[in-house]
């Protein structure tokens, strides 16, 4: 039996998560990994049963690490900015620091493994969690007007995922040059709350 090589894992994760951005969900293949690895195809089996093994530990890993970081100095019984502020600085944070992870998990996300990477993840079933008992608080504290999830959502945090996109493709609207400040974030932020509350 071949002894793992952390060294090696960590590049054959690096460089799944880079080919999943670039090529997509239907374009990854254990093959080019092995390729851009510089290693046999069978040296991957050691870390994953398969392709769909490896998408669904890459996507645990990436969405336990995304939720970690989302809830430090977080707390559902906050006040709704306070805590929709920490929510945005938190998310941030995550992808300016992790971009190709966050575009990675966004793939994963919508390939047909979202639902059971989900379904076993504790730590999106306490994020969820934490998040539905924050929007109750915020209705039943009367910060926060009513609103469908999938509005509140768009509205709550469309703007930031806008502003990330922007910064990670260097560009806005027409390719102006675009890189996010703390000033543009809290424009924007200030903005959302004023949508939100009553």
Known sequence: MRIRDTDKEQLVKFKAIE????DG???FSMNKLAKACN????????YYKDKDDLIKKLGAEIGHNFFTNTMKDFSPEMPFAEGLWI???NRSAFAMEFPMEVACFEVIKHSPHAESIFAESTHMQDFKESMKQFVINARNNKELIPLSLEVF???AYGPLYI???FHREGKSMGGIPFKLTNEIVKEAFDAVIKSLTP
């Open 153 to 155: 959502w768009s509205v």
């Open 163 to 165: 502003l990330l996109n």
């Open 25 to 27: 969900f239907q374009g």
């Open 19 to 22: 080919q999943i951005v670039q």
């Open 39 to 46: 290693i046999s195809v069978a040296t991957l089996y050691i």
């Open 87 to 89: 929510q945005w600085k």
